[in-house]
């Protein structure tokens, strides 16, 4: 069974801060990552994607790959409060997403 | 970005009914749609993926009978749920892949929130 993990939280921040959220997957021929946000009774909106190792910055989020580790993080930088969701981090599972239980993000004015 | 749009948004049925989910992608054609399923406090679960033109591709441990996906045009996908039950009630999402070959980003439709009483 290829694995996907998150920290469940809630993670809460407060208003202005970094939040950093990390997944780990356990199959190494991964080769898509994704970072998906999902408001409560919603689907889920991509916020971002990343293939290489490394950095993806866009906007306030920045997307961290390390496939040495089988580890990504997500930085969302000066948190707002409608940042708080469920953030879902993802792996390519053939063409499909396998996906991760999610971490609640609360960020408090 | 790319649209996928699911109707109905919410069904309530009785036991025993069958329900039919559209799942359409409005502005881009797609060969492969994904089905996945919500149930509360847990993460998405792919269902199956559905190949137009082709017959579709279920997970281990979700029956093919049961959920029938027919993925009749390259914009259309529908799944349905034949003789629903209460253990059926769950959140139904759809998605759909816009890119070439190994571009996988995904987007999704809205979801289709079922209640079988």
């Known amino acids: 069974q290829k694995e996907v993990e998150q920290n469940s939280g809630p993670l809460s921040v407060p208003e202005g801060a970094i939040a950093s959220l990390n997944c780990t997957y356990s199959d190494r021929g991964s080769q898509s990552f994704f970072w998906y946000r999902q408001y409560s009774g919603k689907s889920p909106e991509l916020i971002m994607s990343?293939?290489?190792?490394g950095d993806k910055e866009d906007g306030r989020f920045t997307a961290q790959l390390n496939k040495a580790s089988q580890y990504v993080s997500l930085l969302i930088r000066d948190s707002q409060p409608s940042d708080s969701a469920t953030y879902l981090c993802?792996?390519?599972?053939?063409?499909?997403?396998?996906f991760g239980k999610g971490t609640s993000l609360l960020v408090t004015p | 970005g790319a649209v996928v749009s699911q109707h109905p948004s919410w069904v309530i049925c009785k036991s025993g009914t069958s329900v039919k989910i559209e799942c359409r992608s409005l502005?881009?054609?797609?060969?492969?749609m994904f089905w996945y399923r919500q149930f509360p406090k847990q993460s998405l679960m792919l269902m199956a993926t559905s190949n137009e033109g082709s017959k579709a591709t279920y997970e281990q441990g979700v029956e093919k009978d049961k959920f029938l996906i027919n993925h009749a045009s390259l914009t259309l996908s529908t799944l349905t749920v034949t003789s629903a039950h209460p253990e059926d009630s769950s959140f139904y999402i759809c998605?759909?892949?816009?890119?070439?070959?190994?571009?996988?980003?995904?987007?999704f439709g809205p979801g289709t929130r079922l209640l079988v009483l």
């Open positions: 502005d881009f054609q797609a060969t492969t």
């Open positions: 993802a792996v390519n599972l053939r063409r499909a997403l396998n």
């Open positions: 998605s759909a892949n816009p890119g070439a070959s190994g571009q996988e980003t995904q987007y």
């Open positions: 990343i293939y290489s190792n």
